[in-house]
C-alpha cells in the first residue's frame, strides 16, 4: 500500500504490486489484465498534454473495437491503493492506422513517443496496439463560440462563458485574477480557447488544462503550505540544474501528481515548497512500475543560494 503520512507527507510504497487500467470511451471497453505500458507529459505550458499507451498482444475482437475510441481514462495504483487517474485524454482520429494498412492490427501512430516491438526470452515478437491522447485539445480546438453582450461586462463573465465552450471542468481560478469591465456590444467570436487566451493575456494570467480541467493562474499566486508530497534524498535523485531556472528531480512513480501541484523540497541544497511546471513518466504494468521527472521552474535567487551553499 501506498500511504502518504498526514504530518509531513512522505511518499513511501509499501507494495510493488502495481496496477494500470485504461477505461476507454467509444469501445467501451476496460483493460487491465493484459501488458500495458504509458508515456505521459504534463506540463503548466500552453500546449496540450499528451500520452502514449502502448497495449500488447490484443485478441484481432478487442482491437477491431479499438476503431470506435475517443477518450481513454488511465488509471494507477499501487497494491491496495484507490486508483489514481494518471491521464485523461482523447484521440485524434487522424492518426488511427486504417484496418487495411501493411502493419495489419498493429496501430503504429507514431507521434512524440514511439514504441518499439519487444522480444521475449523465446525470440518472438510481441505485438503492440499504440493509442496517442491529447488532454482535452481536440475537443475544444473543434468548438467556437459567437456572442454579443448587450449592456456592460465583466471579464470574468468573459472568462467563464469560454471555458464553457471550451466544455472543460474549472480546477481553479486564481484568487488574485484582475476584474476588467468591458462596454456594451462586447462580441466573443472564434475558438474560445484563442479568445481566451487574449482576454487572459490582458489581464497577466495564464491557463492550461490538466486532465480535463482548467487552471488558470497570476504570477502572484502563492502556496498556503498545502503540498501533495515530499520530495527528498530518501525517495528520488538529487535535483539536477538543467539551466538557471529549471530543475529536474528524478523520482519513481507518483500516479495522484499533476502540473499545478505542489511538492514539498527537502534536500541539502534546496528545501523550499514549489509548484510542478512538467511531468513527464512513464510506467507498465509487468516489470519495473514506473518513474517520474518532476519539473521545476526555480526563480534564479534561489538557485544562486543554492549554488553558494554547494561551494560552502
Request: contains cysteine.
Amino acid at each position: 500500500m501506498t500511504t502518504i503520512e498526514s504530518e509531513i507527507k512522505v511518499i513511501k510504497y509499501n507494495s510493488l504490486d502495481f496496477h494500470l487500467r485504461l477505461e476507454i470511451a467509444g469501445a467501451d471497453l476496460v483493460i487491465e489484465d493484459m501488458d500495458i505500458d504509458v508515456e505521459f507529459i504534463k506540463t503548466r505550458a500552453e500546449e496540450p498534454n499528451k500520452s502514449t499507451v502502448t497495449i500488447w498482444n490484443l485478441s484481432d475482437d478487442i482491437f477491431k473495437k479499438l476503431f470506435d475510441t475517443y477518450a481513454v481514462d488511465v488509471y494507477a495504483w499501487f497494491g491496495d491503493d484507490e486508483p489514481s487517474l494518471i491521464f485523461r485524454g482523447y484521440t485524434d482520429p487522424k492518426s488511427m492506422v486504417k484496418m487495411h494498412a501493411v502493419a495489419g492490427r498493429i496501430n503504429t501512430a507514431k507521434g512524440f513517443l514511439a514504441s518499439t516491438v519487444k522480444q521475449d526470452n523465446k525470440g518472438q515478437f510481441d505485438i503492440p496496439t499504440v493509442i496517442e491522447l491529447i488532454d482535452s485539445k481536440v475537443n475544444y480546438l473543434a468548438s467556437k463560440i459567437n456572442k454579443t453582450y448587450f449592456g456592460e461586462v465583466t471579464s470574468t463573465q468573459l472568462i467563464n462563458d469560454c471555458i464553457e465552450a471550451m466544455g472543460v471542468g474549472i480546477g481553479f481560478i486564481s484568487e488574485d485574477l484582475p476584474e476588467k469591465t468591458y462596454k456594451n456590444g462586447y462580441k466573443l467570436i472564434g475558438k474560445p480557447h484563442a479568445v481566451l487566451k487574449t482576454l487572459l493575456d490582458a489581464l497577466g494570467a495564464k491557463f492550461n488544462v490538466t486532465n480535463g480541467f482548467i487552471y488558470v493562474q497570476m504570477p502572484t499566486d502563492k502556496n498556503n503550505d498545502t503540498y501533495a508530497v515530499v520530495l527528498n534524498p530518501e525517495n528520488s535523485m538529487q535535483p539536477d540544474q538543467q539551466s538557471d531556472d529549471t530543475i529536474v528531480i528524478s523520482t519513481r512513480l507518483i500516479p495522484f501528481l499533476n502540473a499545478n501541484d505542489w511538492v514539498k523540497l527537502e534536500f541539502k541544497e534546496l528545501e523550499s515548497l514549489e509548484q510542478v511546471y512538467e511531468l513527464r513518466g512513464k510506467c507498465n504494468n509487468y516489470g519495473t512500475a514506473g518513474t517520474t521527472d518532476v519539473i521545476i521552474k526555480v526563480p534564479v535567487e534561489k538557485t544562486k543560494k543554492k549554488k553558494a551553499k554547494k561551494a560552502e
